[in-house]
C-alpha cells in the first residue's frame, strides 16, 4: 500500500507543493496525470525516498519512510521499490548482467544470476544478458529497466513517463509488461504520464 499524508515540498527551490491526502491499495493501479510544473516528478522522487518533503508522511509497506535514516532508506528502497524513469539510466560500459547485479548489490541483496535470467525471460529479453546496454534498442532498454525494477520482487513499482518516448507497438508491450509483472508480485503501480494512450488502460487517476 501507498499512502500520504499532509504532503509538501519545495520544486526548483522555488515552488511551493502541496500534496492531496491519498492511498493507493497493496495490487492496485493507478495514473498519476497533471500539467508540466504540477509535481508529479516531485512526487514520484518523495515516494521513492529519493526525495525529502518539507512536512508530511509517506508509508509504503506499513513503513513510514522518512522515520528511517538514509542507509535504511536506501536499501528499504532497494527491496521494496521498483523505479522506472523514461530514460533506462543503464551503465553504457556494463553489460546487461552486470547491470542487473547491481540492482542487487545496493539492495543487499546476493548476485542472483538465476533470478535475473528469470525476470529477464519474463520481459523477452533473455537473450540480451551478455550484451552492452549501448547495443540495446530503445524499446529493449527500458524492458531491461522494467526487468531490473522487478529484480527484487518490489511491493509497490513507480514509473515517471515509461512510455511517452516509445511507439505505439513499444508503448502496448511496456504497459503489458509492467501490468504483468504487477500482478505477478502482487504490487502497487503508480504511473505518472502525460501519455493519453494509458488512459484506456488505468481508469483509476490521481490528478495534481
Known sequence: ????KSLSATYDNKKYL??????????????????????????????????QPNKGHVTIAETDIFKLSQVKRDKFRGKNIGLIFQKPHLIDSLSVRDNMFMAQ?????????????????????????????????QGEAQRVSIARAMLNKPKVILADEPTSSLDDDNCEA????????????GASLLISTHDQRLKNHIPNHLTL
Request: proline letters at 2%; charged letters at 20%.
Open 105 to 137: 548489490y545496493f539492495a543487499g541483496e546476493k548476485t542472483d544470476l538465476s533470478r535475473v535470467k528469470t525476470v529477464l525471460a519474463e520481459v523477452n529479453i533473455a537473450d540480451k544478458l551478455n550484451s552492452k546496454t549501448y547495443e540495446l534498442s
Open 174 to 185: 511496456v504497459y503489458q509488461i509492467l501490468a504483468e509483472q504487477a500482478k505477478k508480485n
Open 18 to 51: 502541496n500534496f492531496p491526502d491519498w492511498q493507493l491499495t497493496q495490487g492496485d493501479f493507478c495514473l498519476m496525470l497533471g500539467p508540466s510544473g504540477s509535481g508529479k516528478s516531485t512526487l514520484l522522487h518523495i515516494l521513492s525516498g529519493i526525495m
Open 1 to 4: 500500500m501507498i499512502e500520504i
